[in-house]
C-alpha cells in the first residue's frame, strides 16, 4: 500500500528541523492499516519529539494527523497501544492529551518501517512564503512560468542526446546574494491535476487505485531533471555553454512530480534547463524560483524552424537563387562592421531591374557547419552608388546599410524579408568576429509579379438562335 504523507516540523525545535523536515513518504503495501484509508492518502507529520524511555534509551516518536480526520492507525502507539508503557505514565498522558480527531503518535523505527520514501520540501509561513529549510530565512520573491515538451520541437532529452539544446530554456538573473530553491513540477499525462494541486475526477482516482499505483510509480511521469549554468551576458554560445559543467543540477532524471534544486547563487544571469530523460518524451510542466532576494524569471524564445520561415513568405510565386561562398582568415573573413576589415568579407551583387515596382525579397544566409560549431552570422544589404561598381571597389561600405540582418547570432541559419526599388545592391555577410573561417550559402528569394489577365468568357450563359420567316 502506498500513501503520501506530507511531513511539518516544529518551528520551536530547530533539532526536529535539521533531522526532518517536509516531505511526502510512501507507504509500503504490507501496511495493514491503509485498506481503511486507501492508497495514496496524504498526512501531515506536525510534530516530532526526543523523549526517554523508563529504561533509560532514547526514542523519537512523530505526531502524524490524518487530514479525513479520522484515527486510522493500529500500531503500537495508538491509543490503548502497548507502547505507551514505554515511557513515563505523567508524559505518557500529557502526549495522549495532545493528540486531536484523526491525530496519532509513530514511533521512528515503525515509520521507517513502514513509509520508504520521503520527498523534502520547504515549511511555509504564515504569510504563504517558503521558509529555508538551512538558514530559516524566508524566500519571500517568486516567480514561475508554464513550459511543455514537445516531441520534434522542444523534447530534447538528457544531456546523453546532442538533442539537448532544443529543450526549453529560461532565462534567471540573480539581481543580488541570493538563496534560491528552483522547482520543476510535471503535469501527470493520465490523471491531470491542475496548477493548484487540486486533481479531478477524485471519484475515479477511488475506484482505479491499480491505475494511480502505475502513476505513481512513474507510468504516468516522465522522468524529468533540471540544470542551471552561469553565463556572463545574455549573447552567448548555447553549444559552448551547454557542453561545459552546470553550476548546479539534479543528480539523476526521475520519475517524480517535483523535482528541485537548492542553491546559493551571485548576481548575474543564469541558463535553466528542464528536461526529461528520454528524447521526444512529451509533458507540460511548471516551473518554479523561490528567492530570498530580487530575481526575473524569463523564457527563451526558440529561433524560427525553416518551415516557420517559408510561413514568411507572403502568398505568390517566388523564384531561388543560391549563391555560394567562404570566410577565409586573412582574406575575407573580415568580420562585422565594428572592425576595419569588415570590407575585406565577401560581396554579392543583386540588381532590380528599371521599370518595376518594388520588389519584395527574402535573404537568407546559411553557415554549413555543425549544431556544436556554428559562429555568429549576419548580413547588410548596401545600395551601389552606381552602375559602375566593380567587387574591388567598396568604398560605399562606411554608408548606413539599407537592410541589416543583426546582432549575428549564433543560428546555422539567419533570414531577412524585405522590399528593393530598382538598383543596384550588394550583399556583405560577416562573421561576428574577423578571421573565422566557415563556408555558406546566401540564398535570395524573389517574388514574382505577373499582370493579372482578366478572361473575356463567359460561361453558363444561355445561348439563344433567332430565326425568321
Known sequence: MIACLALGVNPASPSVRQ??????????????????????????????????????????????????????????????????????????????????????????????KEFDEITIGFPVTEAGQLQSLYTEKVLSHTQNLCGSWVKGQSAGGCRNNNSFPINPKFWLRICEQSEVCIALLQKPRKYCADWAGRTRNLTRLAEEGSSLTEGIQGKNYQAVGLHIWKVEKRRFNLPKTLSAPPVVGTICHSYDREVHLRCDLAPGYYL???????????????????STGRICLSEIKPPPTDAALCEELPPGEWETVQLQGCWKNGQSAGGSRNFH???????????????????????????????????????????????????????????????????????????????????????????????????????????????????????????QEVGGI
Open 341 to 463: 576589415s569588415f570590407h575585406t568579407n565577401p560581396c554579392f551583387p543583386l540588381s532590380v531591374p528599371a521599370g518595376t515596382e518594388e520588389r519584395s525579397m527574402k535573404v537568407t544566409l546559411r553557415q554549413h557547419c555543425q549544431d556544436s560549431k556554428c559562429r555568429p552570422i549576419g548580413f547588410h544589404i548596401f545600395q551601389v552608388p552606381n552602375s559602375s561598381w566593380k567587387p574591388h571597389t567598396c568604398s560605399f561600405l562606411h554608408l548606413e546599410p539599407l537592410v541589416s540582418c543583426v546582432p549575428h547570432c549564433y543560428s546555422q541559419e539567419v533570414s531577412q524579408l524585405c522590399r528593393l526599388s530598382a538598383g543596384n545592391y550588394v550583399i556583405v555577410p560577416s562573421t561576428y568576429l574577423p578571421n573565422t573561417e566557415a563556408n555558406f550559402t546566401v540564398v535570395i528569394t524573389t517574388k514574382i509579379d505577373r499582370k493579372r489577365i482578366q478572361s473575356q468568357e463567359t460561361l453558363g450563359q444561355i445561348l
Open 19 to 112: 533531522k526532518m523536515c517536509f516531505g511526502f513518504p510512501y507507504w509500503k503495501r504490507s501496511m495493514p492499516s491503509a485498506s481503511e484509508l486507501g492508497e495514496f492518502h496524504a498526512f501531515i507529520v506536525s510534530d516530532m519529539l526526543h523523549l526517554s524511555r523508563v529504561s533509560g534509551k532514547e526514542i523519537i516518536l512523530l505526531r502524524i494527523r490524518n487530514p479525513w480526520g479520522r484515527r486510522c492507525w493500529k500500531g503500537h502507539w495508538r491509543e490503548g497501544g502497548q507502547g505507551w508503557s514505554q515511557l513515563d505514565p505523567v508524559v505518557a498522558s500529557a502526549l495522549l492529551s495532545q493528540i486531536q480527531e484523526g491525530e496519532f503518535w509513530v514511533e521512528e523505527e515503525e515509520f521507517f
Open 272 to 290: 535553466i534547463v528542464p528536461s526529461t530523460f528520454l528524447k521526444d518524451a512529451e509533458s507540460d510542466f511548471l516551473l518554479r524560483v523561490f
